[in-house]
Each structure stands twice: as C-alpha cells, then as structure tokens.
C-alpha cells in the first residue's frame, strides 16, 4: 500500500510539474518584462544545474559522468525556445494541448511511418485526434493566434523527436537528460546573441524562467523517471492526458484564463482519440504476449 501511495504521488507531482511549465513561461512572458529569449536560456541553464546536481550526488565518488547528444540537445533547444515564443500569444491551456496533440500525434505518425500494425480503431482515434486540433484552430473568437498555434506545433514535433531518440538510447534517462541539458547551453547563449535587442529581465520573471527550468523540468523529469518503471505501458501514456487537464484549471486559477466551447470539444477529441490509440495499442500488445505464451 505504501508503495502504492508513493508511486502515485511521484507520478502526481510530475504531471504537475509538466503542466506548470505552461502555467510558468505564460506567467513571465504575460505578467513581467523578461523576454522569450532570456526565459528559454534561463529555463534551459537552471534545468542542466539541477539535473546535473543530481547526477552529481548519484554518483558520488566517481567524477561527474553524463550521456546525451549534440542532436538530441538541438532537439531539445527547439522544443524549448518554440514553446517560450508560442506563449508569448496562446493562453496556457491551448498552448498545453496544442503541444500534448503535436506531440503524441507526431510519435504514433512515426510508429505508422515505420510500419507499425494499426488497427481500425488506432487509426479512428487518430483522425479524432486530428480533428480536435482542427476545431481548435478554426477561426473563431477564441482561436489561438496561428503564429503562436505553429510556433508550438513546431515544439511537439521536436519534442517528440527528442523522445524518439531517448527510446532508441537506452539506459540512464536522468544522466541522458542532464548532458543534452548541458549540450543546449551554446544554442541559447547564441539565441540570445542574435536577439540582444529585445533583451530585457526583471526578478520576477528570472524566477520564474528559474522554477520553469529548475524545478517543473529538472525534478519535474527527475520525479517522472523514478515512477516509469513501476508504470505499465498504458498508464504510463494515459496519465500524461492529464497535463493539459491540469494546466487548464492552473491558468483558471493563476491566470483568470477563460475554459471555452471550442477548447473543450477540441480536448475531448483530442485526448480521447489518443487515449483510443495508446488503449489499442496496449492491449495488441497485450494479445500479441499471450498468443506467444
């Protein structure tokens, strides 16, 4: 029971910590002077801090040792700096699921393109899926601003090629993570070079760029691998439709943002369609054992 309670108060918090990373970049870029720039190199140096502090103490006595890559490391910078420059116009809500739906769809896209089985009911809840970002980029007075809408699609879909790689990496995800954390440092330092013009901070929004990075990406990814492996497949994939869920009732509640129609019947088809692919999936997968056995 105990370990239970742990598993699910880790796999609580990351999810938590995965939307405040929404709720955060929209804060600072909404309510202070800091710009996109300064907030994405802010996020990403205080993110390899953390995580490289703990990889630090993990391996104490044996040097500072960490994995990554040059091309996992841009992927991450884009994924980054698109989603500070997305904020700047979508509300915290859009902007979760706008990425959530890039990315999800992008990555069972791929698993298609390689020449994974899909059944009918995968490739309904795809279209789903599909449609709710549709409807949620129809013109309207509560659509999100295009350059925003494509600036974070562009963040799913780098994201979703940081995690491709991570899958095709195996083994320590934190040390993994801290040294592509570390690898982005030079892509941000030139990021803000060529944006020294618009520069600008104020303490507020250094904290938050410094939480966002620090804590809701450091430990944030830091709590989800420590609570992975005890998930199956399935839950692993389902508890995620949680984060734009959650990052909705926080820009509610911090940013006095509006839940409207169109929002909500985009989200539902959007996480049930997915939710449809990954339920599918798993239970294939499941059936495909059992034939074996």
Excluded at 12 to 37: K, P, W
Excluded at 101 to 116: F, H, N, P, R
Excluded at 140 to 152: D, I, K, Q, T, Y
Excluded at 164 to 178: C, F, I
Aim: aromatic share 8%; proline share 3%.
């Amino acid at each position: 029971m105990a370990s239970l309670l742990r598993l699910f108060t880790l796999t609580l918090l990351a999810m938590v910590a995965f939307a405040a990373n929404s709720v955060l970049c929209r804060l600072a870029l909404d309510q202070t002077s800091i710009d996109a720039a300064s907030f994405t190199s802010i996020r990403l140096i205080a993110g390899a801090a953390v995580l490289g502090l703990i990889v630090c103490l993990r391996q104490r006595g044996q040097g500072f040792k960490t994995r990554g890559s040059w091309p996992s490391a841009l992927a991450l910078f884009t994924y980054a700096a698109g989603f500070s420059f997305a904020y700047i116009s979508l509300p915290a809500a859009t902007g979760a699921l706008l990425l959530f739906g890039s990315v999800q769809i992008s990555m069972i896209g791929y698993g298609i393109a390689k020449g994974e089985r899909t059944s009918s009911l995968q490739k309904t809840g795809l279209v789903l899926a599909l449609v709710g970002l549709t409807v949620l980029l129809l013109p309207g007075a509560s659509a999100p601003s295009l350059a925003g809408a494509s600036l974070m699609v562009v963040a799913g879909i780098a994201w979703a090629v940081y995690s491709l790689r991570g899958k095709s990496h195996a083994g320590d995800p934190t040390g993994m993570t801290a040294g592509n954390f570390l690898r982005t440092i030079p892509f941000t330092l030139v990021l803000s070079a060529a944006l020294v013009e618009s520069f600008s901070v104020d303490s507020l929004g250094i904290i938050y760029a410094i939480a966002s990075g620090g804590i809701a990406s450091g430990l944030g990814y830091a709590l989800w691998y420590a609570a992975l492996p005890k998930l199956q497949a399935m839950t692993a994939a389902s508890v995620q439709l949680s984060v734009p869920v959650i990052t909705a009732l926080g820009g509610a509640l911090f940013l006095d943002e509006q839940i409207t129609l169109q929002m909500v019947l985009a989200s539902t088809a959007i996480l049930g369609g997915i939710a449809l692919v990954v339920r599918t999936a798993d239970m294939d997968g499941v059936g495909r054992r059992a034939t074996k056995n």
